[in-house]
């Protein structure tokens, strides 16, 4: 799996912590070092501007005060019955075959 790292539009390596594993140190490292180093050199977009962060805190505040219940599933699959059950869009969710 790749991310694409604007403003180069590059396709680099992306990685993830799961409960599969997590990047070692040295990944960790190079990817602290390429963030240290854009924000030396002011490439700001990997950081978010402090007004969509300030826009961000009432709709997320709530949530992270709120007790919401987070819902295991199994790896591979589109989640939870749970979640299927409380959000459900008109029709149904349309998940797509995965070969």
């Known amino acids: 799996m790749g991310a694409l790292i ?3 539009l590059i ?3 992306a990685y993830c912590a799961t409960s599969a594993g997590i990047t070692t140190a040295r990944q960790l ?3 602290s070092e390429r963030l240290l180093g854009d924000a030396i050199d ?5 950081f978010a501007r402090e007004d969509y962060v300030e826009e961000a805190w009432p709709i997320i505040d709530p949530v ?4 919401t219940p987070v819902y295991e599933y ?4 589109w989640g939870s ?4 059950q409380r959000v459900s869009p008109s029709g149904g969710w349309q998940n797509p075959v995965i070969n």
Request: proline share 15%; glycine share 16%; hydrophobic share 20%.
């Open 11 to 13: 396709s680099r390596p």
């Open 29 to 31: 490292l190079k990817q």
């Open 64 to 67: 992270l005060k709120g007790g």
């Open 42 to 46: 002011g490439n700001s977009t990997a």
């Open 81 to 84: 019955g749970e979640v299927n």
């Open 74 to 77: 199994e790896p591979n699959t």
């Open 6 to 8: 604007p403003p180069l």
